[in-house]
C-alpha cells in the first residue's frame, strides 16, 4: 500500500466535510401545509374587512368630484351671465347612464358639446346617476323634494346680475337641488350615500350638502 491509496478517501472526506459547513440553505427548511393554510385564511379575513372600507372609500371620492363638477358648471354659468351681461344656462342629464353637463348661452343653445361630469375620473355606466328636484327650468317641484328613485335632469338659468333668471315672466322656485350618488345595486334609486348642491336663494346663492342632507 503506498502513501497515495488513502489520498482519495482522505479528499473525498474533506469535501463532503466543506459542503455540509457551506449549504447555503437547509432543505428541510419551508412551510407546513397547516400554515400555509393560516396564512390564506388571515388574507381573506384581511380582505373581508379592508374591501368594504376602500369600496366606500372610492365611491366618496368619486361622488366628491362629480358634486365639484356640477358646482364649476353652475358657477361657471353664473360667472359668464354676469360678465357677458347676457343670461346663461347650466343644463344636466344623464346619458348612457353617466351624468353630464353643459353650458351655455341660454338664447343660443348648442346641439352638441356635452361632457361628462368629472372628466378627470374615470366613470362607469350606473356608478354614479344624477337626481334634481327640478320640475321645469328654474322650478322646483311643489314639495321641494329631490326625485332619488329614478335618474333626473334639469336646466338652471342664470340673468345678467348672475340671480335666478324669471322664467316666462314667473320667479324661480327655490331651492332647486342637483344630486348625485351611486344607485342601489340594479335599480336607478338613490343610495344613501349622496352629494349635492343646492341652490338656495333667488340671488343664486349655492351650498354643498351631503347624505340625508340633501333631499
Given at each position: 500500500?503506498?502513501a497515495n491509496d488513502g489520498k482519495p478517501k482522505y479528499v473525498g472526506s474533506?469535501?463532503?466535510?466543506?459542503?455540509?459547513?457551506?449549504?447555503?440553505?437547509?432543505?428541510?427548511?419551508?412551510?407546513?401545509?397547516?400554515?400555509?393554510?393560516?396564512?390564506?385564511?388571515?388574507?381573506?379575513?384581511?380582505?373581508?374587512?379592508?374591501?368594504?372600507?376602500?369600496?366606500?372609500?372610492?365611491?366618496?371620492?368619486?361622488?366628491?368630484?362629480?358634486?365639484?363638477?356640477?358646482?364649476?358648471?353652475?358657477?361657471?354659468?353664473?360667472?359668464?351671465?354676469?360678465?357677458?351681461?347676457?343670461?346663461?344656462?347650466?343644463?344636466?342629464?344623464?346619458?348612457?347612464?353617466?351624468?353630464?353637463?353643459?353650458?351655455?348661452?341660454?338664447?343660443?343653445?348648442?346641439?352638441?358639446?356635452?361632457?361628462?361630469?368629472?372628466?378627470?375620473?374615470?366613470?362607469?355606466?350606473?356608478?354614479?346617476?344624477?337626481?334634481?328636484?327640478?320640475?321645469?327650468?328654474?322650478?322646483?317641484?311643489?314639495?321641494?323634494?329631490?326625485?332619488?328613485?329614478?335618474?333626473?335632469?334639469?336646466?338652471?338659468?342664470?340673468?345678467?346680475?348672475?340671480a335666478l333668471s324669471k322664467i316666462n315672466g314667473n320667479d324661480p322656485v327655490?331651492?332647486?337641488?342637483?344630486?348625485?350618488?351611486?344607485?342601489?345595486?340594479?335599480?336607478?334609486?338613490?343610495?344613501?350615500?349622496?352629494?349635492?348642491?343646492?341652490?338656495?336663494?333667488?340671488?343664486?346663492?349655492?351650498?354643498?350638502?351631503?347624505?340625508?342632507?340633501?333631499?
Amino acid at each position: 500500500m503506498t502513501a497515495n491509496d488513502g489520498k482519495p478517501k482522505y479528499v473525498g472526506s474533506l469535501l463532503i466535510s466543506y459542503f455540509k459547513k457551506n449549504q447555503p440553505y437547509n432543505l428541510d427548511i419551508g412551510f407546513t401545509l397547516l400554515e400555509v393554510l393560516t396564512a390564506v385564511l388571515l388574507i381573506g379575513v384581511l380582505s373581508a374587512i379592508i374591501a368594504p372600507s376602500w369600496l366606500g372609500f372610492s365611491n366618496r371620492q368619486r361622488l366628491g368630484q362629480v358634486n365639484d363638477g356640477i358646482l364649476s358648471a353652475l358657477r361657471t354659468a353664473q360667472t359668464e351671465a354676469k360678465r357677458t351681461k347676457t343670461s346663461y344656462s347650466a343644463e344636466f342629464k344623464i346619458e348612457n347612464n353617466i351624468p353630464q353637463f353643459l353650458v351655455y348661452p341660454t338664447n343660443n343653445r348648442p346641439i352638441s358639446g356635452w361632457q361628462n361630469l368629472g372628466r378627470n375620473i374615470e366613470i362607469k355606466p350606473k356608478q354614479v346617476l344624477l337626481y334634481t328636484n327640478i320640475e321645469s327650468e328654474n322650478k322646483a317641484f311643489a314639495d321641494k323634494k329631490v326625485r332619488d328613485t329614478q335618474a333626473g335632469s334639469g336646466r338652471i338659468t342664470f340673468d345678467y346680475l348672475g340671480a335666478l333668471s324669471k322664467i316666462n315672466g314667473n320667479d324661480p322656485v327655490t331651492p332647486l337641488i342637483i344630486m348625485v350618488s351611486s344607485p342601489k345595486s340594479g335599480t336607478n334609486q338613490a343610495s344613501t350615500l349622496r352629494r349635492c348642491v343646492i341652490i338656495e336663494s333667488l340671488i343664486g346663492g349655492m351650498r354643498i350638502e351631503k347624505d340625508d342632507q340633501c333631499k
